[in-house]
T-cell receptor, first 114, second 112 residues
Framework: DTGVSQDPRHKITKRGQNVTFRCDPI?????LYWYRQTLGQGPEFLTY????????KSRLLSDRFSAERPKGSFSTLEIQRTEQGDSAMYLC????????????FGPGTRLLVL | GQQLNQSPQSMFIQEGEDVSMNCTSS?????WLWYKQDPGEGPVLLIA?????ELTSNGRLTAQFGITRKDSFLNISASIPSDVGIYFC????????????FGQGTTLQVKP
């Protein structure tokens, strides 16, 4: 059983550019979460999908951020007009509907905005 | 955002020693999870706790869900160099979204 995968693992971009990250959850996991982690801190919740429905968004998710999960499988997180404060590790996690309380994380995408 | 209070912030111990770390909150949680994170990687699940008072082991690791549902601890026995990393507690509150609230992490260094 393969784990959660994320692509790319690293992204360097200039301020003002748009970036998109992809997450592939564990097969048959219908719950998918995005978190953001800054240096020296624990991950912070951004948003949650159950199948293709986005059911909760954090206040951290400004209008420059958009997440999708069009077919209930992989998900994308897009950041428009990136700012230096967006530099962080973006983590994806997935879980089953039954056993939803146990989340498994991917390796993350490290974003650096210059 | 809301975070759990995790302590200690860091520990530097000798190989073979036992380690204890804990997590507290002013709010009630219905699930506690403990993760380990290596530099540049995502958190790896170590132990999951689902009921108040529950005590669960995973090899040399033991974790407990506090009776008050506001705390949890993790013990590592007979530490080895590969235990080095950052340990995070994470809790879930009542509700069905499952979003996790994380502590700030305990950095563990083990001297061979």
């Amino acid at each position: 059983d393969t784990g959660v995968s994320q692509d790319p693992r690293h992204k360097i971009t200039k301020r003002g550019q748009n970036v998109t990250f992809r997450c592939d959850p564990i097969s048959e996991h219908n719950r998918l979460y995005w978190y953001r982690q800054t240096l020296g801190q624990g991950p912070e919740f951004l948003t949650y999908f159950q199948n293709e429905a986005q059911l909760e968004k954090s206040r951290l998710l400004s209008d420059r951020f958009s997440a999708e999960r069009p077919k209930g499988s992989f998900s994308t997180l897009e950041i428009q007009r990136t700012e230096q404060g967006d530099s962080a590790m973006y983590l994806c996690a997935s879980s089953l509907d039954q056993g939803w309380r146990t989340q498994y994380f991917g390796p993350g995408t490290r974003l650096l905005v210059l | 955002g809301q975070q759990l209070n995790q302590s200690p912030q860091s520990m530097f111990i000798q190989e073979g020693e036992d380690v204890s770390m804990n997590c507290t909150s002013s709010s009630i949680f219905n699930t506690w999870l403990w993760y380990k994170q290596d530099p540049g990687e995502g958190p790896v699940l170590l132990i999951a706790l689902y009921k108040a008072g529950e005590l669960t082991s995973n090899g040399r690791l033991t974790a407990q869900f506090g009776i008050t549902r506001k705390d949890s601890f993790l013990n590592i026995s007979a530490s080895i160099p590969s235990d080095v990393g950052i340990y995070f507690c994470a809790g879930q509150q009542t509700g069905n979204t499952g979003k996790l609230i994380f502590g700030q992490g305990t950095t563990l260094q083990v001297k061979p």
